[in-house]
């Protein structure tokens, strides 16, 4: 079975003081993983993907197999990625099945 | 425009209705997946498909059920509704190939049942 874990519902950064989003996984297989982000009365969206190594509005996120860990970082928060996000993990299996965590509400206080 | 399309927004019915909610997509997308979004922010996968007549339940149970009659249609329907399935529904749809767990969401369906 494939699991995500977020282990903070709530994170409250001032702006400009760095960020740290944590995201475990269990996973058997070789996982791919990625961090959706949702802003006020918008739709999910993809922000980054493990496997493209990129750095999206300053957020990057780092795959660590031994620690089965893919936590998001910033080094200077604004205000305007207060958001909701979410890691999600997808199967290599044919069904590829996407599983989330929890989510993780970003409040970056001014 | 490739979008992917969620009706109704928001509905409001009393307990024991048959609900519909519908999910299209105009993308050519062969996944296509629906999430329930508690109060909690939390998303629950509760069915998926990766292509016309295959269904899957996801990891939280559900009283629902879902078709995949036509690629770009992917309906949810539950036959006798309760307050518990007040939530917001999220559908989504995904390409097979390189980027497995990319996937589009729309703009979600708020169901209240009375």
């Known amino acids: 079975a494939q699991r995500v874990t977020q282990p903070e519902k709530l994170l409250s950064v001032f702006k400009g003081a760095p960020v740290e989003l944590k995201c475990n996984y269990s996973y058997s297989g070789s996982p791919e993983l990625f961090w959706y982000v949702q802003y006020s009365r918008q739709r999910l969206q993809l922000l980054l993907r493990?496997?493209s190594r990129e750095s999206i509005k300053g957020f990057t996120a780092d795959l660590n197999k031994g620690e089965t860990s893919f936590h998001l970082k910033k080094p200077f928060a604004q205000e305007e990625d207060s958001a909701m996000y979410y890691c999600a993990l997808s199967n290599s299996g044919g069904y590829q099945k996407v599983t989330f965590g929890t989510g993780t509400k970003l409040q970056v206080i001014p | 425009e490739a979008d992917i399309y969620q009706t109704p927004r928001y509905l409001v019915i009393g307990t024991g209705k048959k609900i519909t909610l519908e999910c299209s997509q105009t993308?050519?997308?062969?996944?296509m997946y629906w999430y329930q979004q508690d109060p909690g922010m939390e998303l629950h996968l509760i069915h998926y498909s990766y292509g016309v007549n295959s269904t899957e339940k996801g990891d939280l149970s559900s009283e629902s059920t879902v078709s995949r009659i036509r690629t770009e249609h992917f309906p949810l329907t539950l036959e006798s509704a309760r307050p518990s399935h007040t939530s917001q529904y999220l559908c989504?749809?995904?390409?097979?190939?390189?980027?497995?767990?990319?996937?589009?969401f729309g703009e979600g369906s708020r169901l209240t049942v009375l």
């Open positions: 993308m050519g997308h062969d996944k």
């Open positions: 989504a749809s995904g390409t097979q190939g390189l980027w497995t767990g990319e996937l589009f």
């Open positions: 493990h496997i």
